[in-house]
Structure formats: C-alpha cells, structure tokens
C-alpha cells in the first residue's frame, strides 16, 4: 500500500482535507474553505454534546443538522493535516490507500466552497451513516459533484482478501469464499457510489 506523501502541505481553499481519527481506525474529512475554517460532516458522535468552545473558531462556527462549519484546528483535534488528492492517475489510485485520493477531476475551488457552503446553510446532506452518506462523502460531493467513499471500499478489499488468505491457509474451499466476499464487495460499493443524489 502507498503511503500519502509526508511532508508538511499546507491546504488551499476549496481543499479537500483529511486527519486520522481513534488512532489511525478510521480518517475524518473536510472541505477547507479558507480563513482557517473547515466545512464537514460531523456524524452522530459529535451530536451527542456541543463542541467544546473555543476561541479561534468565535462567532465564525456554524452549526446546522450534521454539517458544521469548524476552524481547522477543531476539525484537526491534534492530528496531522492530509490533503486528499483529485485526477490522479488510475495505476497511482490502484497503489494509494483508500479513502486518500481519487481519479475523478476536482472543481474549481470557488464552486467546492460554494457547494460545501450551499450544504451547510441551505440543503443539507442527509443523515451521517458510516457506509451510505458519510464524511467522505459530502467532501468528496462537494468537490465532484457526486459521493463516493473510497475509505469503505478500502476496508471492504481487505476483508476480501483476509478472507482468501484465511480460506488459502485452511486449505478450505477458497474459490467459493473469494467469490462470495467479491460479489459482497461489488454489491456494497455499488451502492455506495450508485444510490447517490442527483441534485
Ligand atoms: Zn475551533
């Protein structure tokens, strides 16, 4: 597996942004829209309480259903800054991490604000869910016009292949199980990336 790039990159407005979360379990993204502000999807864990106050984000925090709009350091909660990638080639997606980069090109950024903005103020994203309509999701949504979480298939594509290593050292039947876990595979992935909005 590819690892993103190490060294230190420094978001531009209408960046697609993204840290470590749990310790590396899962990653958390955002649309960096400039003056130190990021838009996201919270999720349903960070609706249980208000996010602690703090003195960057001011009156510039926004709240409304799932979407918040947080300065960077709120959205970063002490973990690195990545800056996921757009139009990269298809053999360098193949090699990446899921959930780091995609082939699909970005917009311009001024409409990535506007859509992220336009989500936040007006129309909202739907309810957070992990594998259907998550933070991934609205991020890359905002940035292509359509959702697709890369980060889920990824976990997906290993189970897979757990699944073919484990059935291989059993000397069990790997070929129905490999079968099994693709076809489980093409059918969670295409819904993720088909039973998407339109609008
Ligand atoms: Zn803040």
Sequence with gaps: MGQPPSKPRFPQPGDHIYCERKGGLYDHH???VGDDMVIHLEGKAKKL??????????????????IAKVCID???????????????????????????????????????????TDLLE??????YDMFANN??????????????????????????LAAAVAAGAAGGPAGIIVCAAVVAANAISKEITGAKRHN
Excluded: M, W
């Design 30 to 32: 955002g649309i960096y």
């Design 49 to 66: 309480g208000p996010l602690p106050a703090c003195h960057k984000c001011g009156d510039k925090r926004v709240e409304n259903g799932e």
């Design 74 to 116: 709120c959205f970063l909660d002490g973990e690195t800054l990545q800056i996921y990638d757009y139009g990269v080639l298809f053999r360098e997606f193949s090699n990446r991490k899921r959930g780091t980069c995609c082939p699909r090109h970005s917009k311009p950024p001024h409409e990535v604000i506007s859509a992220a």
């Design 122 to 127: 007006r129309t909202g994203f739907g309810a």
């Design 135 to 160: 933070c991934e999701d609205f991020a890359v949504y905002c940035k292509t016009g359509s959702a697709e979480s890369y980060q889920i298939v990824g976990h997906i594509e290993q189970a897979s």
